[in-house]
């Protein structure tokens, strides 16, 4: 895209790391396992940089469009794979059991409302599912209440990951002047303004916290 420009940045933890409970099993051991898992609410790099926040450009209606997509999201081990992802509004998931029991993945928009609740009782079961709220979608297996992961679905293809380390990269991005959120599972959603110039790139650092009122 002719003078497009890219935003480049990390997002870093701000306040006392939190405590989190390892996810004990509790039924269905042959097929999930006898130890506890770990919690995968947080992945944290060094110089405190957070991995799985999701960085998204808010209300852009211009630039690049969506890449050919087929999600899926498999239930394996007694976990959902992957934990979190990102998915473009309208794509059908692709919903597979891999385990020998019985599983459900009911999602919830961030308001609590259930938006779907698909059953695969058995092992091998594929079904497709469209997911038609925007933002953060929570997961959750009613049978086994310890697997739970997250998807956000995305209105605009200007949303990554961070990795590990936190940092990330938007490309592509037409110049301007935009709001620029990022959300985490603990931590919330918060904007601030970026600007891209033509060609060039915007560094954007960001913070989040337990505390962190957002804006």
């Known amino acids: 895209m002719p003078d497009a420009g890219r935003i480049e940045g990390a997002v870093t933890l701000a306040g006392p790391v939190p405590r989190l409970q390892a996810r004990e099993v509790t039924k269905d051991h042959v097929a ?3 130890k506890a898992k770990p919690n995968l609410s947080l992945v944290l790099g ?14 852009i209606g211009t630039g690049e469009r969506f890449a050919p997509a087929s999600p899926s999201l498999d239930q394996r081990g007694c976990d959902f794979v992957p934990y979190i992802q990102i998915v473009p509004a309208g794509v059908k998931v692709a919903v597979l059991n891999s385990d020998s029991v019985s599983h459900n993945v009911h999602g919830y928009d961030a308001e609590g409302t259930s938006l779907f609740n698909v059953g695969q009782p058995l092992k091998g079961q594929r079904v497709e599912q469209e997911i038609g709220a925007a933002g953060a979608v929570r997961l959750k297996c009613d049978v ?18 961070t990795g590990r380390d936190g940092h990330f990269i938007l490309t592509d991005v037409p110049a301007g002047t935009y709001r ?26 960001l913070t989040l916290s337990l505390l962190d009122p957002g804006s």
């Open 144 to 161: 086994h209440p310890w697997m739970f992961a997250w998807m956000w679905v995305a209105e605009n293809p200007y949303a990554v990951l």
């Open 46 to 59: 060094k110089e405190k940089g957070i991995g799985n926040a999701v960085v998204h450009l808010v209300g």
């Open 180 to 205: 620029l959120g990022v959300w985490h599972e603990l931590f919330g959603a918060k904007e601030v303004p970026v600007t891209v110039p033509a060609g060039g790139t915007a560094r954007v650092d």
């Open 32 to 34: 999930c396992g006898e």
